[in-house]
């Protein structure tokens, strides 16, 4: 073997993959910039709360009741005076408190009340006994264990204060945060209007699904993985399906797409190819920053603004478009949806199980499979072949690798970091 030839023809690839990479913007300046010029939503809107699932707060929920309304048993037990406890250990049955029907009329000095769990606590109690700590005899309630002062009894407003902030602005509702407004008696909540998007394809080549394919035609799969992602970050979408290679028709979308929407997102046409219109047009209706992203796949990205929507171009190929939408355009409907406590995935370290083949100049998301080995460490292996086609990738994968800009191949037992896919690309 040559290994003088070798080197050299390894330097003269490097040399060329510095080149194309000349001009490119890293992914953290083009996040930065998308954000820093766009601005949350403040249309709000009153919806019922059943309807409020997935929506962002317009502002903080403030609690009109305390939480507990009022004093109750954390147990199935007997409610007790202090003082007469300190007179003798059995005490007769006064009466019964339950959930929905306390104890009524007048509570006889030495004598003790059976409670439930949730009865209100009748006036005078100094504490709760719970069942287990008692026993029934013929002269009444014999308690075994000491008893401290306010045991098991739960105050009014130990959980929740009146007037206070119950949820902060910004955070979407789920069900961990409905039936907590729920329990406050709170059926109507203000949310921020939802976004807006108008989504649509562009090129001769493309083919609706369910059609025939003609000569030199793809599916279009790229408008119905938008779609998808959309749906799960709550948007209402507007599709305006596939639009040719044809300069006017592609102006007429944008022209309707900006009237009906906050957000405009095409795939395809962002290139350099002669048909590729799109950037052409943008130029001529609106401001807009045409971007050469450092990243590994989807280097061809478009963002900016017309007369009065938000522009984002994603590439063409299948797996580049999922990836700039998920690492670009999500954090964007985040951040224009007033969704303020989203945040981005988090980038663990493993180990590659599979040699990784990459060259220095781009930060590159290469699928994988990871999961925990016998003695709990983080393992990944490639999901295999990671061309901008393969679009099987994202379904045998459960995150991205994430090799940095300056980095070459990786070798089986190098530690690697990687993403794992949220809610956008998971597969269950």
Same mark, same amino acid.
Request: aromatic residues 6%.
């Given at each position: ?34 954000? =820093? ?5 403040? $249309?709000?809107? &009153?919806?019922? +709360?059943?309807?409020? #699932?997935?929506?962002?707060? @317009? *502002? ?104 206070? =902030? ?5 955070? $979407?509702?789920? &069900?961990?945060? +409905?039936?907590?407004? #729920?329990?406050?008696?709170? @059926? *109507? ?104 992203? =450092? ?127 949220? =809610? ?5």
């Amino acid at each position: 073997m040559d290994f003088c030839h070798t080197d050299s023809h390894h330097a003269d690839l490097h040399q060329a993959d510095l080149h194309q990479t000349s001009g490119l913007i890293s992914l953290e300046q083009a996040l930065e910039k998308l954000l =820093a010029q766009t601005a949350p939503l403040t $249309k709000t809107e &009153t919806v019922d +709360l059943i309807q409020s #699932a997935g929506r962002i707060t @317009a *502002k903080a929920i403030i609690s009109p009741i305390n939480v507990p309304p009022f004093d109750n048993s954390a147990m199935d037990g007997y409610a007790i005076r202090l003082t007469d406890l300190q007179k003798a250990d059995t005490l007769p049955l006064a009466g019964k408190a339950l959930a929905g029907m306390p104890f009524q009329g007048e509570w006889p000095a030495g004598t003790c009340i059976r409670i439930m769990t949730g009865a209100p606590i009748p006036p005078g109690t100094d504490a709760v006994v719970m069942q287990e700590q008692a026993e029934v005899t013929e002269t009444g309630i014999r308690f075994t264990h000491s008893v401290r002062q306010g045991q098991n009894i739960r105050t009014i407003g130990e959980d929740i204060s009146e007037n206070t =902030a119950v949820l902060p602005q910004g955070i $979407k509702l789920a &069900t961990a945060q +409905l039936p907590l407004i #729920a329990s406050l008696g709170i @059926a *109507k909540v203000e949310v921020l209007r939802k976004l807006k998007v108008a989504i649509f394809s562009t090129g001769d080549e493309l083919q609706a699904v369910g059609l025939p394919l003609k000569d030199g035609q793809v599916y279009d799969t790229n408008r119905l993985a938008v779609h998808l992602m959309l749906e799960k970050l709550d948007c209402d979408i507007i599709d305006l399906g596939v639009i040719p290679d044809d300069p006017e028709k592609l102006r007429k979308a944008f022209i309707h797409a900006n009237a009906l929407a906050d957000l405009v997102i095409s795939s395809g046409g962002v290139s350099v190819g002669e048909a590729d219109y799109t950037k052409q047009i943008l130029d001529e209706m609106g401001q807009i920053s045409f971007w050469k992203l =450092a990243i590994k796949p989807g280097k061809p990205f478009a963002f900016g603004q017309l007369e009065k929507a938000w522009f984002c171009g994603l590439p063409g190929n299948p797996v580049s478009a999922v990836l700039t939408f998920y690492q670009l355009v999500q954090p964007l409907i985040a951040h224009l949806s007033g969704f303020t406590t989203w945040q981005p995935p988090i980038r663990l370290n493993a180990k590659a199980l599979t040699p990784l083949k990459k060259s220095p100049g781009r930060l590159d998301f290469q699928r994988g499979v990871a999961e925990l080995n016998a003695q709990g460490e983080l393992e990944v292996r490639s999901t295999g072949h990671q061309g901008s086609h393969i679009f099987s990738s994202y379904s045998a994968g459960n995150c991205f690798i994430v090799l940095e800009q300056e980095r070459g191949s990786v070798a089986a037992g190098e530690t690697v970091q990687i993403e794992f896919f949220n =809610a956008l690309l998971k597969n269950q």
